[in-house]
């Protein structure tokens, strides 16, 4: 959950921040990111009832990744493409927001635990800014250095903008991908002590992998109590 809400604060603020620099229309990027958050967030309550908590959360995120990948790969021109995309990254990652809270809640039995996660989701809010920026102040770096090597390089290249959507693809995916390891709280009974909340393994990936290895176990031994 630390990693999840680290992706989420991360992914949410960094692709705001990173949109506005795909076309040379500040003010309508900036409001197509905010636009969408609307229907992010009223779907986000339904989604989570009806396809349950980590679905939701670990589908978002990779959904995001995707989206965020296409628009680091894309051709820059037509901007709308990039442009498109990006607003679907910020569409999913916006559902995530709206899952985390009520998701980490569910987990643990303790409110401080949201507020542990919550602190570390900030460690993603304060990444995001620097990886959105990144690419302008790579270009400050090699204009006031002058390094030949970098300057070879670049000679008649244009660093792409959409470069730190990539970072949040990767970011994105992995922890997407790591959350389906999280038990399914919906429509379950939420744990009021520790002990409650070990024994939610059971409602995980992992308790059916086990599952599974029981069944392939061999049958040739019998048990003392019924040879007797």
Excluded: H
Excluded at 174 to 191: A, M, Q, R, W, Y
């Amino acid at each position: 959950m630390f990693l999840a809400w680290i992706a989420a604060v991360m992914g949410y603020y960094g692709i705001t921040f990173a949109a506005t620099n795909l076309s040379d229309d500040f003010f309508l990027n900036y409001e197509l990111a905010m636009a969408v958050e609307i229907p992010a967030y009223i779907s986000g309550i339904f989604l989570v009832d009806k396809l349950g908590r980590r679905p939701t959360l670990s589908g978002g995120l990779i959904a995001s990744g995707v989206a965020c990948l296409i628009t680091g790969l894309v051709p820059e021109d037509p901007p709308a493409i990039r442009i498109t995309f990006s607003m679907l990254g910020k569409l999913f990652i916006s559902c995530v927001m709206a899952t985390v809270y009520s998701y980490t809640s569910d987990l643990f039995p303790t409110s401080a635990a949201v507020g542990l996660c919550s602190t570390f989701g900030r460690v993603g809010g304060i990444l995001a800014p620097i990886i959105a920026t990144a690419v302008s102040k790579l270009r400050k770096i090699l204009r006031y250095w002058r390094l030949p090597e970098f300057t070879a390089y670049t000679q008649g290249r244009k660093i792409d903008p959409a470069l730190p959507f990539i970072v949040f693809a990767g970011v994105n995916l992995s922890v997407g991908l790591l959350c389906l390891l999280l038990p399914e709280t919906n429509k379950t009974t939420l744990p009021d002590t520790v002990e409650e909340a070990e024994e939610m393994e059971k409602y995980t990936l992992s308790c059916l992998r086990r599952s599974k290895n029981r069944m392939e176990e061999p049958k040739g031994t019998i048990d003392d109590s019924v040879s007797m």
